[in-house]
């Protein structure tokens, strides 16, 4: 294999990284190994075939575009990208033409990326981070309900499916599984196993930041079940993914770590919940999953007020990231 294309496997490794913002070749392998693990117990390879095309094809398209090089080269291009890859085939039923949509997708993210790189990262100086996802993902999922060829599972799983009195605490044993999946259903994954690979592969690339995802874990449990959430969606992990992210955003990534930082996340982190189960509500009539839209809303409020606290002393890099004093990653650390 020629160092060009190693060169390429090697940015579509960290643009699979780049999801929990790391900047690391072997995470970007531990990510595809949690992958690959919950296609196996499932039986369903789709999930992990579509993360690989997607991750591909949104690196090649950003290549094509000719966006900017030090992005490309740091993955920035293509975690968007696996995020349509695995969140298609989830919500669509296999067929010739979900390939198709997932191709597009993929390429359509990266232009989304820039875009939003070009105006409210460029402008504001507010990452765009999973928000091209995010609308990438809506505006497949919705056209799917208009094509033939196309067929949307029953109903996306959301964490408003099941609305109960009272307060239920899980097993031991169980709040262990939780942990693991709210980590894991980042990438859509319900498996704890799964999610104990990816939370290996952040303590490998940043110790800090893997410290954030398993306090922000912590906290969406504390919450969902204090608060009297669906325990089936708590164990299942869908009151955690979003959580998640927000914590490891707004504690490590975008602000410098400090006390106050560190209350600044908490909070941010609890509010994810709430703004979790709203969007729910408020996307569940349309037949449409929230996907991480909860952390990306949060964070953006949460980040907008930055140079009231305290901006990342690193300089930036595309959408995922903010400003001119924000980190390449957590791994830059």
């Excluded at 190693?6 to 780049?18: E, K, P, Y």
């Excluded at 291009?77 to 067929?95: D, K, M």
């Amino acid at each position: 294999m020629s160092d060009k294309n190693n060169n390429f496997v090697i940015q579509c490794l960290r643009g699979t990284s780049q999801v929990f913002f790391m900047e690391n070749a072997i995470t970007g392998i531990l990510f595809f190994a949690a992958m690959a693990y919950a296609s196996y117990v499932t039986g369903n390879y789709a999930t992990v075939i579509g993360a690989a095309i997607g991750v591909v094809v949104a690196t090649a398209t950003a290549l094509l575009l000719e966006c900017d090089e030090p992005s490309i080269q740091q993955g920035l291009y293509g975690f968007n990208g696996i995020l349509v890859g695995i969140a298609l085939p989830t919500f669509i039923a296999v067929s010739p033409q979900l390939w198709v949509l997932v191709v597009i997708g993929a390429a359509v993210s990266t232009v989304v990326t820039a875009a939003m790189s070009a105006t409210i990262t460029s402008s504001w100086g507010i990452p765009g981070s999973t928000g091209p996802f995010v609308v990438t993902g809506w505006l497949m999922v919705a056209a799917a309900y208009c094509f033939g060829g196309l067929h949307v599972n029953d109903a996306p799983k959301l964490a408003t499916a099941f609305v109960q009195s009272g307060i239920v605490i899980p097993a031991p044993a169980d709040l262990v599984q939780i942990f693991f999946r709210n980590i894991g259903q980042v990438y859509l994954l319900g498996s704890a196993v799964s999610g104990a690979l990816i939370l290996l592969g952040i303590f490998i690339a940043s110790v800090p930041a893997g410290i954030a995802t398993a306090l922000g874990s912590i906290v969406a449990m504390i919450v969902a079940i204090g608060m009297g959430a669906d325990p089936t969606a708590i164990n299942e992990g869908l009151w955690g993914f979003s959580p998640v992210l927000t914590a490891l955003a707004v504690g490590v990534i975008f602000l410098k770590p400090s006390p106050r930082v560190a209350v600044y996340a908490l909070i941010a982190t609890v509010m994810t919940v709430f703004v979790q189960g709203a969007l729910d509500v408020i996307y569940q009539p349309f037949g449409l999953p929230s996907f991480t839209a909860p952390y990306v809303l949060t964070m953006f409020l949460f980040v907008a007020p930055k140079k009231l606290l305290a901006p990342h002393p690193h300089k930036p890099v595309a959408s995922h990231l903010v400003t001119d004093t924000a980190p390449k990653s957590a791994a830059a650390k």
